[in-house]
């Protein structure tokens, strides 16, 4: 028995604890935990405007994030989503889930039960509790309201209005309009106190914003401020410590707003009606597209048209190396060689290639700038005849380049590039973008399959090891209890009837039991006599014959005595004695 009651003790010792709590609450206690098998398993911000919990990004691949309820979605990607944990990560639809566990850290694990995302608590354990704010911001505070962690020190590519910019946060674009992990773009305050647009591409960087051709003064920003503080109020006012500002087109109207930095790399504020489904863009930072660096790849050329909208071409000679995704860029049909009577250049017209020079040569002719290029076996083509601010327009200027990166093509751009191709490709030497292949540069979607092998925890298979061990020994010891008692049991029987054998075999008489004698008298009920010894009760046995049973008061000899005196009484024939029968 003590070994049953130590496997009972095991089994409350290893069970967990409860890990659900009520559904749609804006608190998530200590001790408790958010499924991703159950997606009505929310936080929900004490106004409703804001849902956090488990967002599908793919198949089978869900990530924790933190969306706009009103107007109600249906989180089939139609939610608009202001930040996420997780979200080069996804995680499966079974067995995740998001816990604060009773250290007071915050931990999002996968199937695997392996952490994908996790915070350390610094705060008191006293009433610890992740909360959601309908400000959006999701806080993981004490009941002192000391914060440990907050949402809004961490975004994604969201700003909220009153949520902070500092140097220690950056806005980090998605990958497509449908594909939420980590893309190209970077909004962020640089080492020189001004917040600066980046393109950190896979292979190259190269900051586009504000235009890196000026100095800070130029484009009317300060240097000198060293907080690097920058934040969205709620009327539409944009504000930061590098004298950037702005105001929205409704600004003054209380709205929801959002500072998005899009997979695009333009930088937009988003306004609607509360609990109108429709946003509008009140702001964007350009409106012309084709300055973000990196939007069509190498070798090849964005324009832009009112109408169509941004375009993607290759240069002549190239073909497009992804026709998902216009950031993979076109690569050469051609091989070049170090030889220049092999080379020639095919003007494109209105075409600029911002960076990548291996020299800049201002009051050059055509012929050198020429020359330099076909000296040099990485020489991709030139600019010529470059328009330098604060210059005089007559005075050319000619920059080689080693790459094509960051092309675009613009009536208004007074310049061309020359492209070095080998002499036998039949190409035109007058090229537009509009002669050659164009494309309109939106993505093909593509459900993202969340294919993570997981890696079982050994911790866990040790303690589910334990546990099946522990059940394992625990049914073989009852099992074995069961059996001893069987045969325990069994073996009282067999020495019972061997008694009773022996006892019959020695006095020529039955033993009967007590409980035989019991339901015999119906309990002892009708008293025929009474004497010293005992009383006489009329009884009757089980085949019909009525008996006189005598109950002794007590016994002053041992059974062997007993017996043989009962077996002595029995062998008298006697006119007053009557028969015995046990």
């Known amino acids: 028995m003590g070994s049953f009651f130590s496997l009972l003790v095991l089994f409350l010792t290893i069970s967990p604890p409860h890990s659900c709590s009520p559904t749609s609450q804006n608190t998530l206690s200590i001790g408790f935990s958010l499924s991703v098998e159950d997606l009505d398993h929310l936080l929900i911000s004490p106004k ?16 924790f994030a933190i ?51 996790s915070v350390t608590n610094t705060a008191s354990l006293f009433s610890l509790r992740l909360e959601l704010y309908d400000s959006g911001n999701l806080v993981l505070h004490d009941l002192n309201g000391i914060i440990s962690w907050q949402s809004f020190d961490s975004p994604t590519d969201t700003l909220l209005p009153q949520q902070l910019f500092t140097r220690n946060t950056q806005l980090i674009s998605s990958r497509s309009s449908w594909n939420f992990s980590t893309g190209f773009y970077k909004f962020y305050f640089d080492n020189d106190n001004v917040l600066r647009l980046l393109y950190d591409g896979p292979e190259i960087s190269s900051v586009f914003w504000p235009d890196p051709g000026s100095l800070p003064w130029e484009e009317q920003r300060s240097t000198y401020n060293s907080s690097r503080i920058a934040m969205l109020d709620s009327l ?70 009112h109408r169509s909208g941004r375009m993607c071409s290759c240069i002549p000679g190239h073909n497009i190396v992804n026709h998902t995704d216009w950031s993979y860029g076109c690569e050469p049909e051609f091989k070049l060689s170090c030889s220049s009577s092999d080379a020639i250049f095919l003007k494109l017209r209105h075409v600029e290639f911002y960076g990548y020079d291996f020299g800049f040569y201002p009051n050059t002719t055509f012929d050198e700038c020429r020359n330099k290029c076909l ?10 005849k470059f328009i330098k601010h604060d210059h005089p327009s007559d005075i050319p200027y000619c ?11 613009s009536p208004n751009f007074e310049g061309d590039l020359y492209l070095k191709v080998p002499k036998e490709r039949q190409l035109s030497d007058d090229w537009t973008v509009d002669e050659f292949n164009s494309f309109i540069c939106n993505s093909t979607h593509n459900v993202i399959e969340l294919e993570r092998k997981y890696v079982i925890n050994h911790k866990a298979w ?25 045969l325990l049991l069994r073996n009282q029987l067999n020495r019972g009837e061997i008694t009773q054998g022996y006892v019959q075999a020695a006095t020529g008489f039955k033993r009967f039991t007590y409980a035989a004698l019991k339901k015999a008298t119906r309990n002892f009920k009708e ?56």
């Open 48 to 63: 409703g405007k804001f849902s956090a919990g488990f967002y599908p990004v793919g198949n089978n691949a869900y990530c």
């Open 67 to 117: 969306w706009f309820t009103q107007p109600s979605c249906s989180r089939d990607r139609d939610c608009v989503l202001v930040w996420m944990a997780n979200r080069d990560v996804p995680v499966n639809g079974r067995l995740s889930k998001l816990s604060l566990l009773k250290t007071g850290n915050l931990v999002l694990t996968d199937a695997g039960r392996s952490p994908v995302w």
């Open 236 to 305: 539409g006012n944009f504000s930061s410590t590098d004298n950037f500002t702005f105001f929205s087109a409704d600004y003054g109207e209380k709205l929801q707003r959002r500072l998005k930095l899009d997979f695009d790399g333009n930088l937009r504020l988003y306004s609607r009606e509360e609990g109108n489904g429709s946003w509008v863009i009140s702001w964007q930072l350009s409106s012309q597209p084709c300055i973000v660096h990196g939007i069509c790849g190498p070798n090849s050329v964005c324009s832009y048209d």
């Open 375 to 384: 000296q040099r076996c990485d020489c991709k083509g030139f600019q010529f």
């Open 399 to 409: 920059f080689a380049k080693t790459l094509l990166l960051n092309g675009q093509r």
């Open 462 to 486: 040790s303690v589910k090891f334990l546990l099946w061990f522990a059940i394992g020994v625990g049914v073989f010891e009852i099992l074995g209890i069961i059996l001893v008692w069987a």
């Open 527 to 582: 008293e025929i006599g009474k004497g010293a010894g005992g009383i006489v009760y009329k009884g009757k046995l089980s085949d019909d014959r009525v008996a006189a049973i005598k109950r002794l008061n007590e016994a002053h000899q041992g059974e062997a005595e007993f017996l043989a005196e009962v077996s002595t009484i029995g062998k008298v024939n006697h006119m007053n004695l009557i028969d015995m029968w046990g």
